[in-house]
């Protein structure tokens, strides 16, 4: 998967990161600029929403793990914006995300299934996936089992926990959420970075969701994608969720 990945990023080099253009009709056809609008958001300084948000849609097709990896990289002419402005955004506390990606999801079901034709194969999907990190700072950060990697399973991260929804043709996701496991003891736990989130703001929310226990916040995401109007025959998970509150 990762050589296929790289192909994309030889094609865009060699038409002059045409993907550009492509991802900026895209956030037109979708009309991101609206979505953020209805989400709450208001504008930040400088450079607006929807052109940072359009830019980090790019990076994977780049294959690039970070913003911090643009700029070193023969990619960065693409743009002229700092990475400063990217971090401002991605740290603010008030982007609604779960609310702009589910504004993306209904735009979508209007392209596609106006409908809202209910397949016989549809289902809502839910797995959950090591997210490794480095630095035992990072806030909220601890050691989570990863069932891949046997006996030496421990890794200092988080588990992401991902609900997306097939809708008999394609798939798109719709919510997540970031997990803590076995958190860090003594002056390690002590050394973690903490930010003051105002109350009830978005970023305050993803916080506390993150001692959240993951068949918890599978239920509570699979009652808010019904919520939302999500219509699906079935829910696939790991054998793992199988308890008698989920079912």
Not at 111 to 118: A, R, S
Request: proline fraction near 4%.
């Amino acid at each position: 998967m990762r050589e296929e990945v790289s192909e994309i990023g030889k094609v865009l080099k060699k038409h002059q990161y045409s993907m550009t253009s492509v991802l900026v009709e895209t956030a037109k056809i979708f009309k991101l600029q609206s979505i953020v609008r209805k989400a709450g958001f208001e504008k930040q300084p400088g450079y607006g929403v929807v052109e940072i948000i359009t830019l980090m849609m790019l990076l994977p097709f780049l294959v690039l793990k970070s913003v911090y990896s643009l700029y070193p990289s023969d990619f960065q002419q693409i743009t002229q914006m700092k990475k400063d402005a990217i971090y401002r955004l991605q740290n603010n506390e008030h982007v609604p995300w779960r609310a702009i990606l589910y504004g993306v999801l209904k735009r979508f079901q209007v392209l596609v299934n106006p409908g809202k034709t209910v397949a016989p194969n549809s289902a809502l999907i839910i797995d959950d996936t090591t997210d490794a990190r480095v630095g035992r700072k990072i806030e909220k950060i601890s050691y989570v089992y990863d069932h891949m990697a046997g006996k030496k399973g421990a890794k200092l991260g988080f588990k992401d926990l991902v609900l997306g929804w097939f809708d008999g043709t394609s798939f798109i996701p719709l919510d997540f959420s970031i997990h803590a496991e076995k958190p860090l003891r003594g002056k390690h736990r002590k050394a973690q970075y903490q930010k003051e989130c105002v109350p009830d703001s978005p970023g305050a929310k993803r916080r506390k969701e993150c001692s959240v226990d993951k068949i918890t916040q599978a239920i509570t995401m699979i009652k808010r994608a019904v919520k939302h109007g999500i219509k699906a025959h079935d829910v696939l998970a790991d054998s793992w969720f199988s308890s008698k509150r989920f079912i």
